[in-house]
């Protein structure tokens, strides 16, 4: 069966560079285009970073650019999302996403705790 699953929460302080993970199973990665959202109570789920099956084009929410970065390992089968300069208004959670067509799936999500 398709799967995403993702790495663990984490607590940072501001300035702080973790790295989030997402290895699929059930399908082969690199075929597709992979997504980062985050979600905040009250809020929508909003797109956070976009990559393109190969990893040559990606694209950011303005929220995030210049400071995340999006990246793939298609040998393992893993999309990244790289955050860096952390602000505690990053402080959500996090899900990597894929399309298949009309079916969409999604990680369970990963809580970004941004705090000093």
């Known amino acids: 069966q398709v799967q995403l699953v993702e790495s663990g929460g984490v607590v940072v302080q501001p300035g702080g560079s973790p790295r989030l993970s997402c290895a699929a199973s059930?399908?082969?990665?690199?075929?597709?285009?992979m997504n980062w959202y985050r979600q905040t109570p009250g809020k929508e789920r909003e797109l956070v970073a976009i990559?393109?099956?190969?990893?040559?084009?990606?694209k950011y929410a303005d929220s995030v650019k210049g400071r995340f970065t999006i990246s793939r390992d298609n040998a393992k089968n893993t999309v990244y999302l790289q955050m860096n300069s952390l602000k505690p208004e990053d402080t959500a959670v996090y899900y990597c996403?894929?399309?298949?067509?009309?079916?969409?799936?999604w990680g369970q999500g990963t809580q970004v705790t941004v705090s000093s």
């Open positions: 996403k894929v399309t298949f067509g009309p079916i969409t799936y």
């Open positions: 059930g399908f082969t990665l690199s075929n597709y285009i």
């Open positions: 990559i393109s099956n190969t990893g040559g084009s990606t």
